[in-house]
């Protein structure tokens, strides 16, 4: 198939593809593998900072303008506020679009990261789900966008190790590779940092012309993978928190930090409010983080409510990096020091049930049907929890993150052969974190 008919074909998917059901629509057609590395190239380079699918010239003023005055004043986190490991989070709580003490709930998380940055509200709900789930306290509906709240001292619900927030979630929800933040195991279990040099090298991508674009990321993560193999004796790839979320968060910020206006309505991302959103002041390469201090621009609109950056959108942008930059897709580690990264398969994985070809698909409904199980994989463990949690668990389960995969009708995976992960030393290390990030 010539390439402006497959880039036309996913377009016509993804357009018919926002609810109802577009996991659905994405069903029926065939999978889609472009031809050769070139066609992908071509692809992932034709994205506009709307994503695969422009905003369809789409502009209303009204609408997407996000205040910063008032209640959505910015105000740098109090002693005992708390920040962590995503600019778009820590920006949001700073102006009020979620709660600045940085724990919040689902519902207060889907309204928020709406009204800021256009996110699909079944976006923010899975993501917020999981992060309950497995990093906050089931029992009450929060979660911390950093570290453990001083009030639950780390003893509090919290599936995988108690309450720790996002910060202490590593290999759960944080990996390694990430834009602006070290591999936890090169700074003592820190990830939630930002790196002065990490920042930089992600912001020359867009020196040249003062424009950030799908395209220049893509590039930028794959040479913070490889940098994470050549230093990082325990990198590891594990099969959400890296192998998705870190290549996810790339393209969130092309996707929900770009502005958007009249003359260029699919968005475009310049130096300063990159380096805004990030709490970065100074020049290239002399650049200065101001610690929790991300904001949101002056006179900043975001995208339209009615083109959100919702689920199918996230597969696809992963999936077309993964077709253009191979290295960019990472399931395993390295096995014994720097420079001996193995992959594994995620058909020895499942059984041979899913292929890690599945997760490369353009098609997304295979990498949902994965994703929605694998994530509710870790409910067995919860054997262990109080039987309230588990119930509270369960309901996340059932309404925020099964609904993923739409009507399609998923292959089942019978069972993880998770002893597969045993060889990476990486797999093992979980560091815990103090009360709050910014206590000293
Ligand atoms: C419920 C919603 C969200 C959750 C649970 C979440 C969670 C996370 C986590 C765990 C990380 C660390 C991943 C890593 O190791 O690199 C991260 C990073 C990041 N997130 Fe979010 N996030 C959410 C929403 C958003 C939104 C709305 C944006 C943008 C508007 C965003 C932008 C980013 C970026 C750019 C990074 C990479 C930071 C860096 O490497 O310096 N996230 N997020």
Redesign the pocket.
Same mark, same amino acid.
């Given at each position: 198939m010539e390439l402006h008919l497959l880039t036309l074909t996913i377009f016509c998917v993804l357009a018919s593809a926002f609810p109802p059901d577009v996991l659905s629509a994405l069903a029926a057609v065939e999978d889609l593998q472009l031809p050769n590395i070139d066609a992908a190239l071509d692809l992932s380079k034709s994205r506009t900072n709307c994503g695969p699918t422009p905003c369809g010239g789409i502009f209303n003023a009204k609408e997407q303008y996000v205040p910063t005055t008032g209640k959505h004043a910015y105000a740098s986190p109090a002693a005992n506020q708390i920040r962590?490991?995503?600019?778009? &989070?820590n *920006? !949001?709580a700073n102006h009020g679009y979620l709660s600045r003490s940085g724990v919040t709930t689902l519902p207060e998380?889907m309204t928020g &990261?709406g009204d *800021? %940055?256009g996110?699909s509200p079944e976006? +923010?709900a899975f $993501? *917020?789900a %999981?992060?309950i789930i497995t990093n906050g306290s089931p029992l009450t509906g929060t979660?911390s @966008?950093g570290g453990p709240p001083p009030s639950s001292g780390g003893l509090l619900g919290g599936l995988l190790g108690g309450s720790q927030g @996002?910060s202490y +979630?590593h290999n759960i929800?944080?990996?390694?590779? +990430? @834009? *602006? #933040?070290n591999d936890a195991y090169l700074n003592n279990g820190d990830?939630?940092s &930002?790196n002065i040099t #990490?920042?930089a090298s992600a912001y020359a991508t867009g020196l040249a012309n003062d424009r950030y674009t799908l395209d220049g990321f893509a590039q930028d993560l794959l040479s913070k993978i490889q940098e994470s193999i050549a230093t990082n004796p325990y990198y590891f790839a594990a099969p959400f +928190?890296?192998t998705l979320?870190?290549p996810v !968060? %790339?393209n969130?910020?092309i996707n $929900?930090?770009s502005n958007h206006s009249a003359a260029e309505p699919n968005g475009y991302l310049d130096g300063e409010m990159f380096k805004t959103?990030?709490g970065v002041t100074g020049d290239y390469p002399n650049f200065t983080w101001l610690k929790g201090q991300e904001r949101i621009p002056e006179n900043w609109y975001r995208r339209p409510s009615s083109v959100p950056y919702g689920i199918p959108n996230g597969f696809l942008d992963v999936a077309i990096n993964f077709q253009a930059y191979p290295g960019t897709f990472r399931l395993g580690g390295n096995t014994n020091g720097v420079n001996t990264y193995v992959g594994i398969d995620l058909s020895d994985l499942t059984g041979g049930v899913y292929h890690s070809s599945d997760l490369l698909d353009l098609k997304s409904s295979n990498a949902a049907c994965f994703y929605a199980q694998f994530v509710q994989a870790v409910i067995p463990d919860a054997a262990a929890t109080l039987l309230g949690e588990l119930s509270a668990i369960l309901n996340l389960v059932n309404k925020w993150i099964k609904p993923i995969t739409g009507s399609v009708k998923c292959r089942v995976i019978g069972r993880y052969d998770q002893t597969l992960f045993n060889k990476f030393p990486g797999y093992k290390y979980k560091p815990k974190g103090q009360a709050t990030n910014y206590r000293e």
């Amino acid at each position: 198939m010539e390439l402006h008919l497959l880039t036309l074909t996913i377009f016509c998917v993804l357009a018919s593809a926002f609810p109802p059901d577009v996991l659905s629509a994405l069903a029926a057609v065939e999978d889609l593998q472009l031809p050769n590395i070139d066609a992908a190239l071509d692809l992932s380079k034709s994205r506009t900072n709307c994503g695969p699918t422009p905003c369809g010239g789409i502009f209303n003023a009204k609408e997407q303008y996000v205040p910063t005055t008032g209640k959505h004043a910015y105000a740098s986190p109090a002693a005992n506020q708390i920040r962590g490991p995503c600019p778009g &989070l820590n *920006a !949001a709580a700073n102006h009020g679009y979620l709660s600045r003490s940085g724990v919040t709930t689902l519902p207060e998380t889907m309204t928020g &990261l709406g009204d *800021a %940055y256009g996110m699909s509200p079944e976006l +923010s709900a899975f $993501l *917020a789900a %999981y992060a309950i789930i497995t990093n906050g306290s089931p029992l009450t509906g929060t979660w911390s @966008i950093g570290g453990p709240p001083p009030s639950s001292g780390g003893l509090l619900g919290g599936l995988l190790g108690g309450s720790q927030g @996002i910060s202490y +979630s590593h290999n759960i929800y944080e990996g390694d590779g +990430s @834009i *602006a #933040r070290n591999d936890a195991y090169l700074n003592n279990g820190d990830a939630h940092s &930002l790196n002065i040099t #990490r920042f930089a090298s992600a912001y020359a991508t867009g020196l040249a012309n003062d424009r950030y674009t799908l395209d220049g990321f893509a590039q930028d993560l794959l040479s913070k993978i490889q940098e994470s193999i050549a230093t990082n004796p325990y990198y590891f790839a594990a099969p959400f +928190s890296t192998t998705l979320v870190v290549p996810v !968060a %790339y393209n969130f910020v092309i996707n $929900l930090f770009s502005n958007h206006s009249a003359a260029e309505p699919n968005g475009y991302l310049d130096g300063e409010m990159f380096k805004t959103f990030f709490g970065v002041t100074g020049d290239y390469p002399n650049f200065t983080w101001l610690k929790g201090q991300e904001r949101i621009p002056e006179n900043w609109y975001r995208r339209p409510s009615s083109v959100p950056y919702g689920i199918p959108n996230g597969f696809l942008d992963v999936a077309i990096n993964f077709q253009a930059y191979p290295g960019t897709f990472r399931l395993g580690g390295n096995t014994n020091g720097v420079n001996t990264y193995v992959g594994i398969d995620l058909s020895d994985l499942t059984g041979g049930v899913y292929h890690s070809s599945d997760l490369l698909d353009l098609k997304s409904s295979n990498a949902a049907c994965f994703y929605a199980q694998f994530v509710q994989a870790v409910i067995p463990d919860a054997a262990a929890t109080l039987l309230g949690e588990l119930s509270a668990i369960l309901n996340l389960v059932n309404k925020w993150i099964k609904p993923i995969t739409g009507s399609v009708k998923c292959r089942v995976i019978g069972r993880y052969d998770q002893t597969l992960f045993n060889k990476f030393p990486g797999y093992k290390y979980k560091p815990k974190g103090q009360a709050t990030n910014y206590r000293e």
